[in-house]
């Protein structure tokens, strides 16, 4: 068995050892052609599983099949444990024992290092090279090293190319990836270059160390070019917002330099002294590319900070794209829809949300609103951007009212003061999002390959949406589903960050203390939230107004009769809500607040007309007017007294009795009981009897 060096690759992986004999040794050994062995590669191929085969390189995984093949170095290699071993041929056999077949190899690579070219190489550069240490005493201990090495290489072609078998580029050839592997500086690696090394050593009275120098040797032109205005200039452009390019820069300071007469740097000059220095990306970054721009963002230090300690501590609110296909408007343009949104900074979960096609303070409102409905409390603290009509005079009455109840109200268009509503945005779309067939993509600026969807499937879907009459309903209900089954998916089931937290947004903010809230009243909602409209009491509490162009009647209970009678004839404030016009809120104004004044109850008028007559709702009626007018007599009579017995001819009979007989009721003096009050006759007469008969 003739083994080379490269005949026996050793394999490790996944903790086992295997060889591998070359194709050469292969066909040698066992006397076969290669056609034999190329059929059975292919077969083998086929045996191995497709999701194997993706996975696999250079080496086919083991499928237990005859002849696994590797491809290394050019050449093909066959696992000693695959190759058949069936008589009559009995392959395996050829090559004996795996452990002598070993041995043999390492003994053959011994003799063949004996006499290698690498070992001679490494001697000769060890032994030679400190014999050109003295030439190169200008440079430092670095460079003289490596300047001697680059000699002592000149100095083994000379030794060896005369006497070195084959032609006379081998030895070029032979050396060319031992200096690569060796990382030898100031030597050409390319066998090419090395040659005309040697070339001019033979063909003129130039010595080695003539040829053998640092780069640039005599030509400090980059160096001593030190003209600070020129320095200057380069800086002011690559500082400037307009994000020059370095072609540009220089270019622009070429032309400068002619204009004054100066002499103009090198090309190299530029990026060794400014581009590539990692001051002046450090200097100029964030000018260069804006303090909001995503490639300023490493440029710029931060303060990281807690999150909230517990719920309704603070909630972000903004709005983004609702990244789904555009739907076909009242207009008959095609629009796209924003999602505001109330996120809570400690649970995560997302209290509120409302859709419009543009960011407005009134989608901003219906956002709020809905989560303090659905919360039951105000926040201690709201952050939000400056979003389109924040500054109204509505929204302004709006904010000094929330501040009012408490909630510290902080406006900014920082992404770092509501970062995690912002990371909430991206994960909506990365994670929930992405199981919506009419989901687009992520914005245009992501640069994730799973960011965009192909342009084939958006076409298809969007034929299909417009068949099914995709419209902004359903839009806001494909959206809706998706936010709620954010607020109710455990963190763990798609989070590697919170592997560990088993339970869902909502879940964390129902449980999780809340101890600087403001726990708020519907009355208080419709305070902040609701609709407005003046209105004057009268008609003994009994409101008609008209809501969207449509009549209601609005009752104020008895129960809350000092209201009907103290503003009387006053205008006072109703808040409502559109959505749940069951009841409405009055309140008086007091400057730019409002004062609790009482609720009233939606009024249906009972049908007295056809056969389908509402007495039972008329009778209800008639016995809240009864109660009324039965409390303004009361009242009356009180405020009258016994000074309507006073005026004469003009008292009126009725009134001095009723207040007569409400005074004997209120002060009937209790009469005195006598002695023996409590004795009836019956026991006076047994007494008398008893009495007798004892005496006689």
């Known amino acids: 068995m003739n083994l080379q060096p490269t005949d026996i690759i050793i394999r490790q992986a996944n903790g086992s050892e295997s060889l591998w004999v070359s194709q050469r040794l292969v066909t040698s050994t066992c006397d076969i052609d290669e056609n034999y062995l190329k059929v059975a590669r292919i077969r083998y191929k086929d045996t191995v599983r497709k999701c194997d085969l993706a996975k696999a390189k ?15 170095y050019g050449q093909f290699y066959y696992c000693i444990s695959n190759v058949p071993n069936k008589a009559p041929k009995n392959y395996r056999n050829y090559f004996g024992d795996q452990e002598v077949l070993l041995d043999q190899y390492k003994k053959v690579c011994k ?19 400190k014999q050109y240490w003295e030439f190169y005493t ?57 040659k005309e090394k ?29 003209d600070a205005e020129v320095f200057s200039w380069v800086m002011q452009l690559r500082s400037m917002p307009q994000n020059y390019s370095n072609e540009h820069i220089i270019r622009k300071v070429s032309e400068m330099c002619e204009m004054t007469t100066k002499r103009q740097p090198s090309r190299r000059w530029y990026g060794q002294n400014i581009f590539e220095l990692p001051k002046t990306k450090f200097l100029t970054g964030e000018k260069r590319f804006g303090s909001s721009s995503s490639k300023s963002h490493i440029h710029k230090s931060y303060i990281p900070t807690q999150n909230a300690l517990f719920a309704g501590d603070c909630w972000e609110m903004d709005a983004t794209r609702v990244n789904f296909i555009a739907h076909e408007a009242d207009d008959n343009k095609e629009r796209f829809l924003f999602v505001v949104a109330v996120r809570d900074v400690h649970s995560g979960d997302v209290l509120g949300y409302s859709f419009d096609y543009s960011e407005n303070h009134v989608v901003y409102l219906e956002a709020m609103k809905m989560a303090v409905q659905n919360a039951g409390y105000l926040p201690y603290e709201w952050i939000t951007d400056r979003f389109p009509g924040h500054n109204t005079p509505n929204m302004l009455d709006f904010f000094e009212r929330m501040e009012n109840q408490g909630v510290q109200v902080t406006f900014s268009s920082n992404a770092n ?52 009459g995709w419209d902004m309903q359903q839009n806001i209900d494909e959206a809706s589903v998706h936010i709620e089954k ?4 455990r963190f763990s089931h798609y989070s590697r960050k919170h592997s560990n937290v088993h339970l869902s947004p909502s879940q964390i903010h129902e449980i999780s203390e809340k101890p600087h809230v403001n726990y708020v009243s519907l009355s208080t909602i419709s305070m902040l939230f609701g609709q407005r409209k003046a209105i004057t009491i009268k008609h003994d509490g009994q409101i008609s107004t008209e809501i969207v162009k ?24 109703m808040t409502y809500d559109l959505n749940d016009l069951s009841h409405v809120f009055l309140w008086e104004k007091q400057g730019k607040l409002l004062k609790s004044l009482c609720d009233a109850d939606l009024f249906e008028r009972p049908q007295l007309k056809g056969p389908n007559k509402e007495f039972g709702k008329l009778a209800i009626a008639k ?44 002060y009937k003096m209790p009469l005195k009981k006598a002695s023996g009050d409590g004795i009836s006759s019956d026991d006076v007469s047994d007494a008398f009897f008893n009495n007798i008969s004892n005496q006689y």
């Open 198 to 226: 040697i070339t001019i050593l033979e063909t003129t009275d130039k010595s080695i160390v003539d040829i053998i120098h640092l780069p640039r040797v005599g030509n400090n032109y980059a160096e001593i070019y030190n």
């Open 58 to 72: 250079d080496f086919m995984p083991d499928s237990g099949k005859s002849w696994r093949f590797a491809k290394q």
């Open 623 to 666: 016995e809240r007017a009864k109660a009324i007018a039965e409390m303004k007599e009361t009242e009356l009579a009180e405020m009258i007294g016994e000074e309507a017995g006073m005026m004469g001819i003009y008292t009126e009979k009725s009134k001095a009795t009723a207040f007569e007989d409400q005074y004997n009721d209120e």
């Open 486 to 489: 954010y607020r109710n998916t």
């Open 550 to 573: 449509v009549q209601f009647d609005y009752m104020i209970s008895p129960a809350n009769y000092d209201i009907i009678s103290n503003y009387f004839g006053k205008q006072v404030v």
């Open 417 to 468: 003061e509501k970062a995690g509503i912002e990371r909430w945005f991206r994960t909506l779309q990365s994670v929930f999002f992405m199981d919506s067939k009419y989901f687009y993509g992520e914005g245009i600026k992501s640069r994730a390959d799973y960011a965009h969807r192909a342009p084939e499937y958006l076409k298809r879907i969007k034929k299909e949406a417009k068949k099914t």
């Open 138 to 194: 200008d440079v430092n201990e670095i460079q003289r090293l490596s300047l001697s090495k680059a000699c002592a290489v000149l100095d083994f072609i000379l030794d060896e190319k005369e006497n070195y078998p084959g032609t006379a580029n081998k030895i070029y050839k032979d050396l060319s990836p031992i200096l690569s592997d060796l990382d030898l500086q100031y030597i050409p690696h390319n066998y090419l270059k090395l």
């Open 111 to 129: 003799s063949k290092e004996a006499g290698s070219l690498e070992l001679r190489f490494k001697a000769h550069l060890k032994r030679v090279s």
